[in-house]
């Protein structure tokens, strides 16, 4: 191991010896902390996502059971104009605004 060719051979393929670049450290650290955060954000919106999911899942059986009690003339569909499709209505300008509110969030 101590022969002069091995000595030069490991002298001409050691890596070389340069200064740390503390650009690239701090751009690698931006992009780091960067993360951190969308993975946050991202944990607090699906959190938001499966609350509102919930709120709506908890609210569909009131509105079947609503429109059973509507009336037997059209059992396959919800009448406008019967409770259950005045919560239908609400629940789906619910569900506009909170997706118009949540896309005013996104893009600030």
Known sequence: MNDPVDLRLEAFLAPPDRARDEAFAARIGRLVAAEERMRTARRAAWT??????????????????????????????VSPFSPAGAGLLLLALWLIVAATLSEGRNRS
């Open 48 to 77: 938001r996502f499966a609350a509102s999911m919930l709120a709506t899942a908890s609210l569909l059986p009131l509105f079947v059971l609503l429109a059973r009690l509507g009336g037997a003339d059209s059992p396959a569909k």
